[in-house]
Protein backbone atom coordinates (compact mmCIF):
# COMPACT_ATOMS: atom_id res chain seq x y z
CA UNK A 1 0.00 0.00 0.00
CA UNK A 2 1.97 3.34 -1.15
CA UNK A 3 1.56 6.24 1.55
CA UNK A 4 2.67 8.90 -0.63
CA UNK A 5 0.73 9.14 -4.22
CA UNK A 6 2.73 11.37 -6.81
CA UNK A 7 2.00 12.44 -10.38
CA UNK A 8 2.61 12.92 -13.08
CA UNK A 9 4.31 9.63 -13.50
CA UNK A 10 6.55 11.66 -16.39
CA UNK A 11 6.62 14.97 -18.20
CA UNK A 12 8.29 16.92 -21.12
CA UNK A 13 8.66 20.61 -21.10
CA UNK A 14 11.02 23.26 -22.69
CA UNK A 15 13.93 24.62 -21.26
CA UNK A 16 12.82 27.50 -19.53
CA UNK A 17 9.53 26.05 -18.58
CA UNK A 18 8.18 25.05 -14.69
CA UNK A 19 7.52 21.22 -14.62
CA UNK A 20 4.81 20.66 -11.36
CA UNK A 21 4.84 17.60 -9.79
CA UNK A 22 2.45 16.81 -7.05
CA UNK A 23 2.09 14.60 -4.08
CA UNK A 24 -0.37 13.69 -1.75
CA UNK A 25 -0.39 11.62 1.71
CA UNK A 26 -3.06 9.94 3.94
CA UNK A 27 -1.01 9.67 7.25
CA UNK A 28 -1.46 12.75 9.16
CA UNK A 29 1.70 11.83 11.39
CA UNK A 30 4.11 12.37 8.65
CA UNK A 31 5.66 15.62 9.41
CA UNK A 32 8.82 15.91 7.12
CA UNK A 33 8.37 15.82 3.38
CA UNK A 34 11.68 15.62 1.33
CA UNK A 35 12.15 15.43 -2.32
CA UNK A 36 15.13 13.19 -3.87
CA UNK A 37 16.34 13.60 -7.64
CA UNK A 38 17.73 10.45 -9.17
CA UNK A 39 19.59 10.84 -12.45
CA UNK A 40 20.09 7.72 -14.59
CA UNK A 41 22.45 5.15 -13.13
CA UNK A 42 22.57 7.21 -9.39
CA UNK A 43 21.45 6.77 -6.29
CA UNK A 44 18.74 9.39 -5.07
CA UNK A 45 19.96 12.53 -3.58
CA UNK A 46 18.35 15.12 -1.70
CA UNK A 47 17.48 17.72 -3.14
CA UNK A 48 14.82 19.89 -1.00
CA UNK A 49 12.43 19.23 2.53
CA UNK A 50 9.62 20.93 3.78
CA UNK A 51 8.00 20.61 7.49
CA UNK A 52 4.38 21.15 7.98
CA UNK A 53 4.85 23.94 9.78
CA UNK A 54 5.47 26.29 6.54
CA UNK A 55 3.84 26.52 3.05
CA UNK A 56 6.52 26.89 1.08
CA UNK A 57 10.06 26.61 0.75
CA UNK A 58 13.00 27.96 -1.78
CA UNK A 59 16.22 26.86 -2.60
CA UNK A 60 17.65 28.20 -5.54
CA UNK A 61 15.05 27.28 -8.51
CA UNK A 62 13.51 24.68 -6.44
CA UNK A 63 10.39 25.47 -4.69
CA UNK A 64 8.18 23.07 -2.82
CA UNK A 65 4.51 24.01 -1.97
CA UNK A 66 3.03 22.98 0.78
CA UNK A 67 -0.74 22.31 1.43
CA UNK A 68 -1.33 20.47 5.46
CA UNK A 69 -4.94 20.89 4.95
CA UNK A 70 -5.46 19.06 1.76
CA UNK A 71 -2.17 16.86 2.63
CA UNK A 72 -0.81 17.62 -0.25
CA UNK A 73 2.54 19.36 -1.74
CA UNK A 74 4.29 19.46 -4.52
CA UNK A 75 7.63 20.60 -6.20
CA UNK A 76 8.60 23.53 -8.79
CA UNK A 77 11.10 23.98 -10.79
CA UNK A 78 11.87 27.39 -11.78
CA UNK A 79 13.58 28.09 -15.26
CA UNK A 80 13.94 24.52 -16.18
CA UNK A 81 16.99 23.37 -17.94
CA UNK A 82 18.23 20.57 -19.61
CA UNK A 83 20.21 19.47 -16.52
CA UNK A 84 17.46 18.92 -14.34
CA UNK A 85 16.36 16.13 -16.38
CA UNK A 86 15.98 13.61 -14.11
CA UNK A 87 13.48 11.33 -12.04
CA UNK A 88 11.89 13.33 -8.83
CA UNK A 89 10.82 11.42 -6.02
CA UNK A 90 8.39 12.93 -2.92
CA UNK A 91 8.94 11.15 0.33
CA UNK A 92 7.69 11.70 3.89
CA UNK A 93 8.56 10.21 7.20
CA UNK A 94 7.94 10.46 10.85
CA UNK A 95 10.69 13.03 12.84
CA UNK A 96 10.24 10.74 15.88
CA UNK A 97 10.57 8.06 14.50
CA UNK A 98 13.93 8.71 12.07
CA UNK A 99 14.37 5.35 10.43
CA UNK A 100 12.36 5.41 6.98
CA UNK A 101 10.97 7.10 4.09
CA UNK A 102 7.99 6.21 2.17
CA UNK A 103 8.70 7.67 -1.42
CA UNK A 104 6.57 8.53 -3.97
CA UNK A 105 6.13 6.64 -7.26
CA UNK A 106 8.57 9.31 -9.16
CA UNK A 107 8.01 11.46 -11.96
CA UNK A 108 10.65 11.27 -14.63
CA UNK A 109 10.96 15.06 -15.81
CA UNK A 110 12.73 15.56 -19.45
CA UNK A 111 13.91 19.75 -20.14
CA UNK A 112 14.20 19.83 -23.98
CA UNK A 113 16.99 22.33 -25.01
CA UNK B 1 36.03 9.66 -1.62
CA UNK B 2 32.51 7.69 -2.30
CA UNK B 3 29.78 8.18 1.26
CA UNK B 4 28.10 5.56 0.64
CA UNK B 5 29.98 2.91 -1.62
CA UNK B 6 27.87 -0.43 -2.43
CA UNK B 7 29.83 -3.02 -4.40
CA UNK B 8 29.07 -5.03 -6.87
CA UNK B 9 27.79 -2.39 -9.09
CA UNK B 10 26.46 -4.95 -11.43
CA UNK B 11 25.39 -8.81 -10.63
CA UNK B 12 24.11 -11.04 -12.92
CA UNK B 13 23.34 -14.39 -11.76
CA UNK B 14 20.93 -17.89 -12.47
CA UNK B 15 18.15 -18.79 -10.93
CA UNK B 16 18.63 -20.45 -7.22
CA UNK B 17 22.07 -19.07 -6.49
CA UNK B 18 22.80 -17.56 -3.09
CA UNK B 19 24.79 -13.80 -3.77
CA UNK B 20 25.71 -11.16 -0.94
CA UNK B 21 25.74 -7.47 -1.74
CA UNK B 22 27.93 -5.42 0.35
CA UNK B 23 27.59 -1.69 1.45
CA UNK B 24 29.69 0.13 3.63
CA UNK B 25 29.22 4.55 4.53
CA UNK B 26 32.21 6.78 5.69
CA UNK B 27 30.10 9.60 7.10
CA UNK B 28 29.61 8.28 11.13
CA UNK B 29 25.64 7.62 10.32
CA UNK B 30 24.39 5.14 13.05
CA UNK B 31 21.69 3.92 10.91
CA UNK B 32 21.58 2.10 7.49
CA UNK B 33 19.09 0.89 5.17
CA UNK B 34 18.41 -1.09 2.33
CA UNK B 35 15.86 -0.04 -0.65
CA UNK B 36 14.75 -1.69 -3.58
CA UNK B 37 13.94 -0.02 -6.69
CA UNK B 38 11.79 -1.87 -9.19
CA UNK B 39 11.80 -2.00 -13.15
CA UNK B 40 9.08 1.24 -12.33
CA UNK B 41 11.61 2.87 -10.41
CA UNK B 42 9.13 2.39 -7.28
CA UNK B 43 11.81 2.51 -4.28
CA UNK B 44 10.89 0.42 -1.16
CA UNK B 45 12.12 0.45 2.12
CA UNK B 46 13.22 -3.37 3.05
CA UNK B 47 15.50 -3.10 5.91
CA UNK B 48 16.95 -0.41 8.85
CA UNK B 49 19.38 -0.75 11.05
CA UNK B 50 20.22 1.40 14.15
CA UNK B 51 23.44 0.42 15.37
CA UNK B 52 23.51 -2.48 14.22
CA UNK B 53 20.41 -3.04 15.72
CA UNK B 54 17.56 -4.27 13.19
CA UNK B 55 14.74 -1.59 13.17
CA UNK B 56 12.60 -2.08 10.33
CA UNK B 57 12.01 -5.57 8.45
CA UNK B 58 9.13 -4.52 5.52
CA UNK B 59 7.68 -7.86 4.94
CA UNK B 60 10.90 -9.08 2.91
CA UNK B 61 11.17 -13.15 1.71
CA UNK B 62 13.48 -14.68 4.43
CA UNK B 63 15.78 -15.47 1.74
CA UNK B 64 16.73 -11.70 2.11
CA UNK B 65 19.05 -11.49 5.23
CA UNK B 66 20.90 -8.44 6.37
CA UNK B 67 23.64 -8.21 9.18
CA UNK B 68 25.83 -5.37 10.10
CA UNK B 69 28.84 -6.57 11.51
CA UNK B 70 29.58 -2.73 12.28
CA UNK B 71 27.71 0.44 12.47
CA UNK B 72 29.80 1.69 8.75
CA UNK B 73 28.41 -1.50 6.87
CA UNK B 74 25.37 -3.57 5.96
CA UNK B 75 25.09 -6.38 3.93
CA UNK B 76 22.62 -7.91 2.13
CA UNK B 77 22.39 -11.91 1.28
CA UNK B 78 20.30 -13.07 -0.98
CA UNK B 79 19.43 -16.94 -1.17
CA UNK B 80 17.59 -19.27 -3.28
CA UNK B 81 17.48 -16.40 -6.09
CA UNK B 82 14.42 -15.74 -8.30
CA UNK B 83 13.86 -13.59 -11.20
CA UNK B 84 11.41 -11.66 -9.40
CA UNK B 85 14.41 -10.32 -7.07
CA UNK B 86 15.93 -8.48 -10.56
CA UNK B 87 15.88 -5.07 -9.40
CA UNK B 88 18.33 -2.08 -8.10
CA UNK B 89 19.21 -2.72 -4.49
CA UNK B 90 20.14 0.58 -3.21
CA UNK B 91 22.14 1.22 0.46
CA UNK B 92 21.75 4.37 2.48
CA UNK B 93 22.54 5.80 5.65
CA UNK B 94 21.32 8.51 7.69
CA UNK B 95 21.78 10.38 11.42
CA UNK B 96 18.73 9.45 13.43
CA UNK B 97 17.27 13.03 14.60
CA UNK B 98 14.07 15.23 15.07
CA UNK B 99 15.31 16.95 12.24
CA UNK B 100 14.48 14.73 9.79
CA UNK B 101 15.69 11.89 7.74
CA UNK B 102 18.12 12.59 5.19
CA UNK B 103 19.65 9.59 3.96
CA UNK B 104 22.69 9.31 1.52
CA UNK B 105 21.83 6.56 -1.10
CA UNK B 106 24.88 4.57 -2.85
CA UNK B 107 25.05 4.38 -6.25
CA UNK B 108 22.85 1.14 -6.76
CA UNK B 109 23.53 -2.91 -7.05
CA UNK B 110 21.90 -3.94 -10.46
CA UNK B 111 20.97 -7.27 -9.81
CA UNK B 112 19.80 -9.80 -12.82
CA UNK B 113 18.52 -12.74 -12.43
CA UNK B 114 18.27 -15.21 -15.16
Known amino acids: QQQVKQSPQSLIVQKGGIPIINCAYE??????FPWYQQFPGKGPALLIA?????SEKKEGRFTISFNKSAKQFSLHIMDSQPGDSATYFCAASIMANDYKLSFGAGTTVTVRA | DTAVSQTPKYLVTQMGNDKSIKCEQNLGHDTMYWYKQDSKKFLKIMFSYNNKELIINETVPNRFSPKSPDKAHLNLHINSLELGDSAVYFC?????????????FGQGTRLTVV
Open chain 2, 92 to 104: ASSQASTGGTEAF
Open chain 1, 50 to 54: IRPDV
Open chain 1, 27 to 32: NTAFDY
